[in-house]
């Protein structure tokens, strides 16, 4: 069983930036359609950022041209850029990758993003 390693979460002040880490076991090139998903209190998970088969990336509209998620071949691991952080971006974040050879999903433990003054 594979599951993604996800770090870089913790506190912020409004405004400020992260920059999460999505570590893929063996190699990053194994996976599809790897992107980030976030869960507030009290809500459902929601789609962040994620890739498509076609090599184009979803995204919530709220977090278009704050959010941006990038590759790390050689390090096999996803990045999720995040700036100009809010209040109500606070949630767990979690890593999603489909791998390629079962089209199993699998998720990361998620790591906690809290955005406060």
């Known amino acids: 069983q594979v599951q993604l390693g996800e770090s870089g979460g913790g506190l912020v002040q409004p405004g400020g930036s992260l920059r999460l880490s999505c570590t893929v076991p063996?190699?990053?090139?194994?996976?599809?359609?790897m992107g980030w998903y976030r869960q507030a209190p009290g809500k459902q998970r929601e789609l962040v950022v994620a890739e498509t088969n076609g090599g184009r990336k979803n995204s919530a509209d709220s977090v278009k041209g704050r959010f941006s998620i990038s590759r790390d071949n050689a390090e096999n691991t996803l990045y999720l850029q995040m700036n100009s952080l809010k209040p109500k971006y606070a949630a767990v974040y979690y890593c999603?990758?489909?791998?390629?050879?079962?089209?199993?999903?699998?998720w990361g433990q998620g790591t906690q993003v809290t955005v406060s003054s």
């Open positions: 999603r990758g489909v791998a390629a050879f079962s089209n199993a999903q699998h």
């Open positions: 063996g190699s990053i090139f194994g996976f599809g359609r």
